[in-house]
């Protein structure tokens, strides 16, 4: 049977159809080749947004996307080719110390990131804080670093999924950005194209998520795999919670310390939680480990023996970054480290319990302090951001500090300041704490996750 027409394609998904893998492709393809023009395809968009698409129709359009460009081989490289990805939080920098503790097992993680969306801040913007650090590689030299040290983090190379970029453009100004499989094309398409053998996905729910229902995660997550299934990628996704940022500190350098201090065998338990699980995830998809449970015992050994840490430094001086930051040289550290001029601290209202953090709150109010973009154009303070000295479910005496602000302007502080207090619950007593780490996705299905 012939192919329909773009217009036909259109009318097709308008009245509730689905899509064949030809209609879809043929659609994409169209569009990235200038035969099918913005307004069809922007019609198609809108026509995605309001009837959906299955998992099948969602993974043909996501191949459709990854095909409009070049899709990475590492087969030269040896190693178990193997990434993640996180939909993005509050001071979630999982990523940071994951990378390099993956390549310290022999494996290989060959990742590109984003930049700070809305009130998430960007892996890319982070590694951007260490003087130096450049994300824009081209393919020779991110494969380069590769091979030499097993992880690089750049920025998504011109000729990866280009289509994605013309259509992201269409999405943010007809009100379609926020369509599960649109989301899923987008993010999955650059995810096949970097040329892992396996990925998993961190989907988070909660207050500071993009999707705060849970059960919107989950379909996101079911969504997701199939495409990275369709694609040949063994994919699988862990439930995690967005409810309080993730660890201490939020900002761009601030969570580079932390980072560090993680890689060194220290750091937030929930930070070291999710690092540990999702390494352990990790090393059984690539054959590193036979269980869980042992790979995250050889997580926990790689942190505290330095060699995560070597990964970590040897993958900044390898991307042009100044590694004495990140080294153990602390004394040089603290001389040259990015520092705000301001900070102010944020007090508890009262005796009792932390019972919640708006996470939403804080990550806007540490945008708000420059630690982040509002216009695209902005340019970003990388020593801004929140320093907290209390978690949820912590006990807090009244007029004591709870987060330290950091600012490079004193109205923005102050104002960041009144913010911040509003976003902290304080009640005489404790309330159950959610589950960091919720439940495994995969093909077969969800199920529990067991603590490792």
């Known amino acids: 049977m012939a192919t329909l027409s773009p217009v036909e394609i259109i009318a097709k998904k308008r ?5 064949t893998s030809d209609e879809t492709h043929a659609m994409v393809a169209g569009f990235h080749a200038g035969t099918v023009p913005d307004y069809q395809m922007s019609a198609f968009l809108m026509a995605v947004y309001m009837r959906g698409m299955d998992n099948a129709e969602t993974a043909d359009l996501t191949l459709a996307m990854t095909q409009s460009g070049r899709i990475l081989n590492h087969d030269s490289i040896p190693g178990f080719k193997v990434d993640k990805h996180s939909t993005g939080g509050v001071g979630d920098k999982v990523s940071l110390p994951l990378a390099p503790l993956v390549a310290s097992f022999g494996m290989v993680d060959p990742m590109m990131s984003g930049r700070g969306l809305g009130h998430t801040g960007g892996t890319l913007d982070k590694l951007e804080s260490i003087p130096g650090f450049n994300v824009d590689l081209s393919t020779e030299q991110f494969q380069q670093v590769l091979r030499d040290v097993g992880c690089a983090v750049i920025a998504p190379t011109a000729d990866v999924a280009p289509v994605d970029k013309t259509i992201y453009a269409l999405r943010d100004v007809t009100a379609t950005v926020a369509s599960i499989p649109l989301i899923v094309g987008s993010i ?27 059960a919107d995660g989950v379909a996101l997550a079911e969504s997701m795999i ?21 660890g201490a500190k939020v900002g761009n350098w601030l969570e580079i310390e932390e980072t560090v201090e993680v890689l060194r065998g220290g750091g937030p338990p929930d930070v070291v939680e999710v690092v540990v699980a999702q390494c352990a995830q990790m090393l059984l998809m690539g054959g590193g480990a036979p269980t869980v449970a042992e790979g995250a015992a050889m997580a926990r050994r790689g942190l505290a023996d330095g060699s995560a840490l070597a990964k970590f430094v040897a993958m900044v001086e390898a991307q042009g970054g100044d590694a004495r930051l990140v080294s153990d040289d602390e004394a040089y550290t603290e001389a040259h480290k990015p520092r705000a001029p301001f900070t102010a601290e944020v007090a ?7 019972v919640a ?3 939403l709150e804080v990550g806007l109010s540490s945008v708000g302090m420059g630690a982040g973009r509002q216009r695209v154009d902005d340019v970003i303070d990388m020593a801004a951001g929140v ?16 987060a ?10 102050a104002a ?12 005489k007593d404790a309330r159950p704490l959610p589950t960091l780490i919720s439940h495994l996705v995969d093909k077969d299905g969800i199920r529990e996750w067991a603590p490792v």
């Open 15 to 19: 009245d509730g159809g689905a899509l």
């Open 188 to 214: 999955m398409s650059k995810k096949i194209a970097e040329g892992p053998q396996a990925l998993v996905l961190d989907i988070k729910s909660g207050s500071g998520a993009f999707l705060q229902e849970f």
């Open 226 to 246: 199939a495409a990275g299934e369709n694609a040949g990628i063994h994919t699988v996704a862990m439930m995690t919670s967005m409810d309080e940022p993730l």
């Open 348 to 354: 508890a209202p009262a005796d009792g319990v932390l």
């Open 357 to 359: 953090i708006d996470c």
């Open 387 to 402: 320093v907290f000295h209390a978690k949820c479910g912590d006990e807090v005496a009244a007029g004591a500090s709870i």
């Open 404 to 413: 330290t602000l950091h600012c490079g302007d004193e109205a923005l502080l």
């Open 416 to 427: 960041a300041v009144e913010r911040v207090g509003k976003a902290l619950t304080v009640e």
